[in-house]
């Protein structure tokens, strides 16, 4: 399906939801400069600080129809489209490490040049992804879903080693929790097809971790879901897979993937299962059983 264009439409009112912890955008002052360049634009601003874990989703549920802005990382962004409201629009100040869907949509990484793009960007309907854990609770992603591996590093990397390191966090954490070992072997259930591996990603689009390029068969807007499978994670610690990582070349596609509209299962044997992590939009949600699926052009988004 190709992605759906929508004409551009003036916002009257919107919110701009900061996360504190995400570089400056706690700052005092700091977001009412971008709420000031909107208001320039015609548009009614209100700045909200988030105050807790999930309270972004709180905040944008309380936003109503308006566009939203979320000003942060992928965590935030992730916290704001689990609360937006059907008939809401959202927008992106990416103040975040990767800031992954900032790049997926091709917006300026610098938050001067994205504020301006609010004004003047393209409305588009994109999909978003679903995560159902085993007790039926749901969780939106907007990029990706990690089962296993990455999770384990997600977890391992703090807000304070990530401010202070940055990129180079996730791959000294990847290195700490390979060489602890013990990765339990997944089963990734697709339809009538099983697939056993060590380590997956359900994604919504082509990047991950950033400007690396881990799936190449979706788009934001493709109808379907697709699952990149590690069958070994040693594989990405060899030399030559680890610098490409550094690099944020793409991923060597000899490593299996594919794409899927069904319904997917993620799963691992009953006595390990219940500890394997699972991490939505680089944040820890959950742990297996879990399933996955798409919800297709389910999210306004300006870009």
Same mark, same amino acid.
């Given at each position: 399906?190709?992605?759906?264009?929508?004409?551009?439409?003036?916002?009257?009112?919107?919110?701009?939801?900061?996360?504190?912890?995400?570089?400056?955008?706690?700052? $005092? /002052?700091?977001?009412? #400069? +971008? @709420?000031?360049?909107?208001?320039? %634009?015609?548009?009614?601003?209100? !700045?909200?600080?988030?105050?807790?874990?999930?309270?972004?989703?709180?905040?944008?549920?309380?936003?109503?129809?308006?566009?939203?802005?979320?000003?942060?990382?992928?965590?935030?962004?992730?916290?704001?489209?689990?609360?937006?409201?059907?008939?809401?629009?959202?927008?992106?100040?990416?103040?975040?490490?990767?800031?992954?869907?900032?790049?997926?949509?091709?917006?300026?990484?610098?938050?001067?040049?994205?504020?301006?793009?609010?004004?003047?960007?393209?409305?588009?309907?994109?999909?978003?992804?679903?995560?159902?854990?085993? $007790? /039926?609770?749901?969780? #939106? +992603? @907007?990029?990706?879903?990690?089962? %296993?591996?990455?999770?384990?590093? !997600?977890?391992?990397?703090?807000?304070?080693?990530?401010?202070?390191?940055?990129?180079?966090?996730?791959?000294?954490?990847?290195?700490?929790?390979?060489?602890?070992?013990?990765?339990?072997?997944?089963?990734?259930?697709?339809?009538?097809?099983?697939?056993?591996?060590?380590?997956?990603?359900?994604?919504?689009?082509?990047?991950?971790?950033?400007?690396?390029?881990?799936?190449?068969?979706?788009?934001?807007?493709?109808?379907?879901?697709?699952?990149?499978?590690?069958?070994?994670?040693?594989?990405?610690?060899?030399?030559?897979?680890?610098?490409?990582?550094?690099?944020?070349?793409?991923?060597?596609?000899?490593?299996?993937?594919?794409?899927?509209?069904?319904?997917?299962?993620?799963?691992?044997?009953?006595?390990?299962?219940?500890?394997?992590?699972?991490?939505?939009?680089?944040?820890?949600?959950?742990?297996?059983?879990?399933?996955?699926?798409?919800?297709?052009?389910?999210?306004?988004?300006?870009?």
């Amino acid at each position: 399906m190709m992605e759906k264009e929508r004409t551009r439409g003036v916002a009257t009112k919107a919110v701009i939801i900061g996360n504190p912890n995400s570089g400056s955008a706690g700052d $005092e /002052g700091y977001l009412e #400069r +971008f @709420a000031e360049a909107l208001r320039t %634009g015609g548009i009614e601003v209100e !700045v909200l600080n988030t105050e807790r874990p999930d309270h972004a989703t709180e905040l944008a549920a309380l936003a109503g129809d308006k566009l939203v802005i979320a000003a942060g990382g992928d965590g935030t962004v992730n916290e704001v489209v689990n609360g937006l409201s059907g008939g809401a629009t959202l927008g992106i100040l990416p103040l975040g490490t990767a800031n992954v869907l900032a790049r997926e949509l091709g917006l300026p990484m610098n938050p001067e040049e994205a504020c301006a793009r609010i004004l003047t960007g393209t409305a588009f309907r994109m999909d978003v992804g679903v995560a159902t854990d085993e $007790e /039926g609770t749901e969780r #939106r +992603f @907007a990029c990706m879903a990690g089962v %296993g591996f990455d999770a384990d590093v !997600v977890r391992e990397v703090g807000p304070r080693l990530k401010r202070y390191l940055r990129s180079l966090a996730f791959p000294l954490a990847a290195l700490k929790v390979y060489l602890q070992g013990d990765q339990p072997d997944l089963q990734i259930v697709d339809g009538d097809t099983t697939y056993v591996t060590q380590f997956a990603v359900v994604a919504n689009g082509r990047y991950y971790g950033g400007e690396f390029e881990m799936a190449e068969g979706v788009s934001l807007g493709s109808g379907e879901l697709e699952v990149v499978l590690i069958e070994k994670v040693g594989l990405l610690m060899r030399p030559d897979v680890l610098a490409r990582i550094l690099a944020k070349s793409p991923l060597d596609r000899a490593m299996k993937s594919f794409t899927s509209r069904k319904n997917i299962v993620a799963k691992s044997p009953a006595a390990r299962g219940a500890r394997v992590p699972v991490q939505i939009d680089g944040e820890v949600w959950g742990r297996l059983p879990m399933s996955f699926r798409i919800e297709p052009a389910a999210l306004n988004v300006i870009r």
